[in-house]
């Protein structure tokens, strides 16, 4: 079955950890997102890419960085700069950049600072 | 500026009733795709129904279809014969054609809606 897996579903982080985030997906699309949700809120995007090796920053880039040194694959690495990290993060992607491309969704890591 | 409104923050539904989740979009661009999703209380946010501008019917997938009144810039979607499983919050979103290097999708603030049986 083709889809976006994110891992871990869970993920618990000390104080001055930088922590990273899986995302995978099998449909070969181009394009793949990463998305910030606090509760009660709607989505904020931190970083897209559109290709192999090539990314952007998005609205809350600020204490994240991503990679993507293959299509299948979008990691992103919450580190210790983000003064706030506890959140809901979901992955997306989508097979074009085009305002017909769906955005299909991972089931998202739910991040906690202790 | 390009902007989505959900003015419903929460609704109630008889199940098996009808229900219509209201979506108002803004953009001066003729070029754009709107989006529902759904997001149950396990987080994943999963895609419903999509309408483009330019399609002259209104989308349908199986219990969901979307009211799309271009002149009223209104993108609503209708759920019909609710079931307890459609208890969940749910998005409008938009997408423009790509004129800068800004490609995300635009959210509305969501609905939350609960079916009671």
């Known amino acids: 079955d083709g889809g976006i897996t994110q891992s871990p579903k869970y993920l618990f982080r000390k104080e001055g950890q930088n922590v990273t985030l899986s995302c995978e997906q099998n449909?070969?699309?181009?394009?793949m997102y990463w998305y910030r949700q606090d509760p009660g809120q709607g989505l904020r995007l931190i970083y897209y890419?559109?290709?192999?090796?090539?990314?952007q920053k998005g609205d809350i880039a600020e204490g994240y960085s991503v990679s993507r040194e293959k299509k299948e694959s979008f990691p992103l690495t919450v580190t210790s700069a983000q003064k706030n990290p506890t959140a809901f993060y979901l992955c997306?992607?989508?097979?074009?950049?085009?305002?017909?491309?769906?955005?299909?969704f991972g089931p998202g890591t739910r991040l906690t600072v202790l | 500026a390009q902007k989505i409104t959900q003015t419903q923050p929460g609704m109630f539904v008889q199940e098996k009733e009808a229900v219509t989740l209201d979506c108002t979009y803004d953009?001066?661009?003729?070029?754009?795709?709107l989006f529902w999703y759904k997001q149950p209380s396990s987080g994943e946010m999963i895609f419903l129904i999509y309408?483009?501008?330019?399609d002259q019917q209104n989308a349908t997938e199986g219990r969901y279809s979307l009211n799309f009144q271009k002149a009223r810039k209104s993108a609503n979607l209708v759920i019909s014969a609710s079931q307890l499983g459609d208890s969940a919050m749910y998005f409008c979103?938009?997408?423009?054609?790509?004129?800068?290097?800004?490609?995300?999708?635009?959210w509305g603030a969501g609905t939350k809606l609960i079916i009671k049986p």
């Open positions: 997306a992607s989508s097979l074009g950049q085009g305002y017909t491309d769906t955005q299909y």
């Open positions: 449909l070969n699309h181009d394009a």
């Open positions: 890419s559109q290709i192999v090796n090539d990314f």
């Open positions: 953009t001066s661009d003729p070029s754009y795709g």
């Open positions: 309408q483009g501008s330019y």
């Open positions: 979103a938009m997408r423009v054609h790509p004129r800068d290097s800004n490609y995300q999708l635009i």
